[in-house]
T-cell receptor
Framework: GAVVSQHPSRVICKSGTSVKIECRSL??????MFWYRQFPKQSLMLMAT?????????EQGVEKDKFLINHASLTLSTLTVTSAHPEDSSFYIC??????????????FGNGTRLTVT | KQEVTQIPAALSVPEGENLVLNCSFT??????LQWFRQDPGKGLTSLLL?????REQTSGRLNASLDKSSGRSTLYIAASQPGDSATYLC??????????FGTGTSLTVIP
């Protein structure tokens, strides 16, 4: 089945540093990937839609200059948290759907990245 | 904007019991509805996807139903096992790309 690989699974960084999270579709192409954020005991909140070869679409309230998204190929999207602060500590999850099959196919998720900013 | 609600927020059942998780959504114009499982600190595992033209989907001990007109979906788990303990999330797709997630139901199956 379709697999989405997310790396790293855990990262601890100091305030002010930047962290890059990678999301790869391993056995399918994805022109669109999605980035979610999840706070403890809460559901997933869509942060942005990553579009291959063009700019990402950010949800209202998400700072595009803080959460940089790059979707340079059909199998890779990256989320960079710039100048991280403790309030950015959260669980970040990416997802993707096989572009060739469209909306009738399931959305597949990565295993998430636990970011802790000290 | 689509709003997805799940009831109950938490549920504890003894092993072997059948159970139903509920999901309701405000906008019935959906493309599909998907049920996920999330273990603590982990990502999401897709369980079942129901397309808007379908009424239900089954996989093993799981059965998901969809009633677009009433804005409801249910996930039925038969003969529950301790390994079923997890958070279950439903999500609807309206635009073909974006998912709207429910608040989740935390299930505990007691041995």
């Amino acid at each position: 089945g379709a697999v989405v690989s997310q790396h790293p699974s855990r990262v601890i960084c100091k305030s002010g540093t930047s962290v890059k999270i990678e999301c790869r579709s391993l056995d399918f192409q994805a022109t669109t990937m999605f980035w979610y954020r999840q706070f403890p005991k809460q559901s997933l909140m869509l942060m942005a839609t990553s579009n291959e070869g063009s700019k990402a679409t950010y949800e209202q309230g998400v700072e595009k200059d803080k959460f940089l998204i790059n979707h340079a190929s059909l199998t890779l999207s990256t989320l960079t948290v710039t100048s991280a602060h403790p309030e950015d500590s959260s669980f970040y999850i990416c997802s993707a759907r096989d572009s060739r099959q469209g909306v009738v196919t399931p959305l597949h998720f990565g295993n998430g990245t636990r970011l802790t900013v000290t | 904007k689509q709003e997805v609600t799940q009831i109950p927020a938490a549920l504890s059942v003894p092993e072997g019991e059948n159970l139903v998780l509920n999901c309701s959504f405000t906008d019935s114009a959906i493309y599909n509805l998907q049920w996920f499982r999330q273990d603590p600190g982990k990502g999401l595992t897709s369980l079942l996807l129901i397309q808007s033209s379908q009424r239900e989907q089954t996989s093993g001990r799981l059965n998901a139903s969809l009633d677009k007109s009433s804005g409801r979906s249910t996930l039925y788990i038969a003969a529950s096992q301790p390994g079923d303990s997890a958070t279950y999330l439903c999500a609807s797709t309206n635009t073909g790309n974006q998912f709207y997630f429910g608040t989740g139901t935390s299930l505990t199956v007691i041995p």
